[in-house]
């Protein structure tokens, strides 16, 4: 099999520099620190009990969210430079004018930077097996977790390569890509909030019964989508309870609540009439996922044509 | 091998190319000489596929340019006027990353830069960092770079820009060497006196517009220009000016103070030739007879008219 050219020369790059293996060692030392601060924190007086059977979970619980918010801080920087920099550093034209296509240059690059935040996650299971000494956490958690990361590192990844593709300045790029990325988790949050206050407020002024509702944004939002996979997501995340059920009532089809965990937390939100499928929020975040990773690539590579009408003057 | 037919590029109001055609036969150097901003770049860019024309034809070896860009970026190497390289990678690094970028396999491509580096004389830098080689090293590199997938075209966009007059000879012997590998050359520059030396032919270009295309002496002809002759004899200058005088070629005659002809010539070859036999029937003894041809500088200045300045 003949690896991708840019993929190959990028991942030779990245690790080449020192900066490589001090980034790794930052990256385990704070999440180390965090496990660690959490574990003092929940032991600090007293320790037995529920409390030592939860402490696991919680520990869990904040790695996996100390995770998700470090590949937030990372991978808009990995990426949005990596093509407005070959234009900087005037490599640009000598790609285009090569055999591969603007889908393999596109790809090859998108795969070095989600590669070494791979390498992050993967380096960091050490630090996350710790938490199997406490027992509760199951190995479907933990993968789940790595899966829910990883995921949210390719949508991050693919966002900042759009960016990086549609602004010719570095600099702008990754100020575009890091502002989409925190609107992600926590502007949809913010909206989600907003929308869901302006419903009941609605509702009340309407006299109507309260029903409550989520607003479908949660779904974007990676934070919400971890927080539905772990066993205590909810101590952790809000919206995180959020079943999407699709109700089918005459012609509509609208959202509603319903369990998260069995067993873990013990509330029933009944939902009527005859729900089908209900997925957690970590399912459809996955699929919308899946869409912004597509459409980012699809526009970046139309961006990245050579021979796209309109390009830029020559001499 | 090169064609173009009627290239127009336009950017909003600004016309950059105004219908811009020429013709290059395979093994020639075509020197594309004109002001900054003249076009020539843009002609380059369409050629390459990196750019597309508003209107008008570009072929490289039969195949369209703009329909066809995959088969043509088989067929030709480029090398762009401003160009960067990238830290951190060795130079058997970049040209193994280069050409397998163009496809070329494994062990095809250990061969390919060995002699690569050999041609441009790198072979002591070959495990050098790139960003650690002096300019005209990089530019070396650069050329190495647009051989590696041996296309029969090379578009080079001011390769001797910013050399050293060493580098600057070193680079003229490259691409000497290189036509005679067979390769059909492109040459951007406004460095004028190194184009006329290395040049088949020459296009010049003002405003978008190509104002002369052909050889030096097509070009003098074109514009009808005349032919500066020097006689020596080494008697009966008299004699001899008088005879020079009677063609119908000869515009005036000069006489130097150390007893040199200077002969204003409109004619071609084969009337210059006649002049020199009715000169050697008369028994004059010539001593020399020899043109002093117009310098590409010369042509540059009386052809194109300062636009944009």
Redesign the interface.
Known sequence: M?IN??L??EL??RV??WRSPLLITIYILVLAGIGGFVFYTQTRYNYGGTQALRLGLTIFGFLSAAQLILIAFLTPGMTASIISGERE???W????????SPLSIATGKLLSAISYIVLLVLVSLPVYSTVFLFGVVSMRDLLLVVLISLVTTVTIASIGLFCSALFKRTITAIVISYLLTFFLLGGTLILAVLIQNLNMEKQARLNQTFQPSTPFIVNFNPFVALGSALPLGIDIVPFSRTLNVQVMSSSMTVSSQGVVRQGVVNQTVPVSPKPVVPRPVWQVNLMLDAIIVLVSLGLTVWLIR????G?K??? | MIKVEGLQ?T?GKME?LKGVSFEIKQGSIFGFVGP??A???????IL?????PTKGKAYIDGVDV?KH??KV??L?G?M??????????KVT?YLD??A????I?GGKRKSIIADLLELTDLTYKADAYVDSLSRGMKQRL?LA?SLV?DPKVLLLDEPASGLDPRARVEMRELLRELKNMGKSIIISSHILPELAELCTEVGIIEGGELIAVGSMEEITVQLNQEKLLQVKVKEKVTEAKAMIEESPWVAAVNETADGVLQVRFSGNGEEQQKLLRTLVLAELPVLSFAETSNSLEDLFMQITKGVGR
């Open positions: 003949i050219p840019v190959n020369k030779r790059d080449r520099t550093r005037q490599t034209p000598l790609l285009l004018v090569t055999r591969l050579p021979l796209r009408a390009n003057k020559g001499g | 590029k950017y950059a900054n901003g076009g020539k770049t843009t002609t380059l860019k390459a596929t990196l750019m597309v703009t860009p995959k970026r088989r030709m480029y762009p006027d401003f160009f960067g390289v990238y830290e951190r990678i690094e990353f280069y397998s970028c163009y496809g396999s650069c770079r997938h």
